[in-house]
């Protein structure tokens, strides 16, 4: 199994699950990760060069998935659109640019470990996820847990990791925290915005999107 792997600090908890669900699952001896930014991930998946991945959900709306994903209930200080002097696009987003161009926002959309540091150290930015709920009191869906084949194996995946939340070793943080340079304190506030569970309303959010997109095209 190839699984693509995105280490932005939103899927750190994820991560961590996953190291210890194959200790004692069969996928051990054939799991390998290939990482990369969403955009590539996303290509990557399409090609079938993994098996599975959490794909941008502008993308992953006619593949396979089970209810895991990246969802803001309402900010989530890691997707802005900053001040620009023209619409610049990230070019490691997918779903980000599209919310933006939904939105009618224009500037520098900015995304992942980088957008965070900058909400982190900047007042002037918008948090796209914040603007989506505001409009439409919807959690947005930034991604889907999608997979090519071995749904059985997903929805284990999906049960055990909903279970409990998973808490994060001292040393992780940190080693999170010494590349990222972000505040270890500050990484863990960042992660309470964020929910795995596509729950019904988030499924509602996710439909909402993909109306919207299609008054887009």
């Known amino acids: 199994m190839v699984f693509g792997k995105i280490e932005y600090l939103n899927l750190l908890p994820f991560h961590i699950f996953m190291k210890r669900f194959v200790q004692y699952s069969s996928a051990k001896k054939t799991l390998e990760y290939k990482k990369n930014v969403p955009a590539k991930i996303n290509r990557e998946f399409h090609n079938k060069r993994v098996d599975a991945a959490f794909i941008s959900s502008i993308t992953a709306q006619k593949h396979k998935h089970i209810n895991l994903g990246i969802v803001a209930k309402k900010e989530v200080q890691s997707v802005l659109v900053i ?6 696009h990230d070019n490691e987003s997918a779903s980000s640019n599209q919310l933006a161009k939904i939105l009618g926002i224009e500037g520098q959309v900015l995304i992942g470990d980088k957008a965070l540091k900058y909400a982190l ?3 002037e ?18 991604a ?14 999906e049960k055990n990791f909903l279970k409990k939340p998973y808490k994060i070793p001292q ?3 940190e080693k999170a925290s010494n590349k990222t340079d972000i505040n270890k304190k500050d990484i863990l506030h960042y992660l309470s915005l964020i929910s795995y569970h596509i729950d019904k309303k988030s499924q509602l959010g996710l439909k909402k999107f993909y109306k919207e997109s299609q008054k887009k095209v």
């Open 171 to 173: 040393y992780i943080l």
């Open 83 to 88: 001040p620009a002097d023209s619409h610049i």
């Open 144 to 157: 889907l847990l999608c997979f090519h084949k071995n749904k059985h194996l997903y929805k284990r995946i």
């Open 121 to 123: 150290h900047n007042k």
């Open 125 to 142: 930015y918008i948090d796209l996820a914040k603007e989506w709920h505001t409009r439409y009191r919807l959690p947005f869906v930034f």
